[in-house]
């Protein structure tokens, strides 16, 4: 069992930056992916970034090139450092932790962490 704990959310105004940061506990496996998704106000929860072990990354592109995820494997930490955030980058921000055995995916949920852009 891998327990997630988030920290780092608030309020920000337009064009500020925020660092979310995640702490797994429990087993962590070379093949898991750890990951970001966010659930703005109404609406579903999606994937913004991920990152494998051996640090192969992923963004949704609206956040490409603004939102930067890094993970330390030794401490069993991700992050995920958000620049010139926009009012609709408004939601819950959810750490995830994807385990696939046999194809089959698992996710591994934190607690969620308010992020909240003014404009």
């Known amino acids: 069992q891998v327990q997630l704990v988030e920290s780092g959310g608030g309020l920000v105004q337009a064009g500020g930056s925020l660092k979310l940061s995640c702490a797994a506990s429990g087993r962590v496996f070379s093949t898991d992916i750890m990951a970001w998704y966010r659930q703005p106000p109404g609406k579903s929860r999606d994937l913004v970034s991920s990152i494998t072990y051996g640090g192969k990354t992923w963004y949704e592109s609206d956040v490409n090139g603004r939102f930067t995820i890094s993970r330390d494997n030794a401490k069993n930490t991700v992050s995920l450092q958000m620049n010139n955030l926009k009012p609709e980058d408004t939601a819950v921000y959810y750490c995830?932790?994807?385990?696939?055995?046999?194809?089959?995916?698992?996710?591994?949920w934190g607690q969620g962490t308010q992020v909240t852009v003014s404009s």
């Open positions: 995830s932790l994807i385990r696939e055995p046999s194809g089959v995916t698992f996710n591994f």
